[in-house]
């Protein structure tokens, strides 16, 4: 009775534990951070194969694509762009959602290309409204 009474308390904590709200997201922005303009800017999800991408993006300008909320899916990303007359390409990364963010808010994802030819990825949500 005890190890009966013992494995349903576990299985319905670990129910609990793994049903979970999910995070959303609703923007996606690119920074051009360098003094060129960068064409063909393309940001791919692997597994879903979610594709946004932008053609032009003046120096210091900025492109973005505003949308309903989507689950983040949590997939691998890869982003192609062109810079100095080179394609540039990152390796497939994934998201770390900061803990201090709010699922209640959609994130929006902020990438921001830089003259060495890094990208630098960051996540930002709106504050709430009082």
């Given amino acids: 009775m005890r190890f009966t009474l013992l494995f349903a308390s576990l299985f319905l904590l670990s ?14 922005v690119v ?17 879903t194969q979610r594709m946004f991408g932008c053609r032009n993006i003046a120096p210091g300008a900025k492109c ?13 990303l890869k ?5 100095n007359g080179v394609e540039r390409t990152t390796g497939n990364f994934k998201i770390k959602i900061p803990e201090n963010m ?6 929006r994802g902020v990438l921001a ?3 060495d030819g890094t990208v630098k990825f960051w996540l930002e949500q ?4 009082q």
Avoid: F, G, M
């Fill in 15 to 28: 129910s609990c534990a793994s049903i979970s709200k999910p995070y959303y997201y609703n923007e996606i």
């Fill in 64 to 76: 973005s694509n505003k949308t309903k909320s989507k689950k983040i899916k949590n997939s691998k």
């Fill in 113 to 115: 290309l830089q003259s």
């Fill in 126 to 129: 709106d504050k709430l409204s």
């Fill in 102 to 107: 709010l699922k209640s808010i959609p994130l």
């Fill in 31 to 47: 920074l051009n951070n360098t003094q060129q303009l960068i064409p063909h800017v393309v940001i791919r999800a692997k597994e």
């Fill in 79 to 83: 982003i192609t762009w062109t810079y």
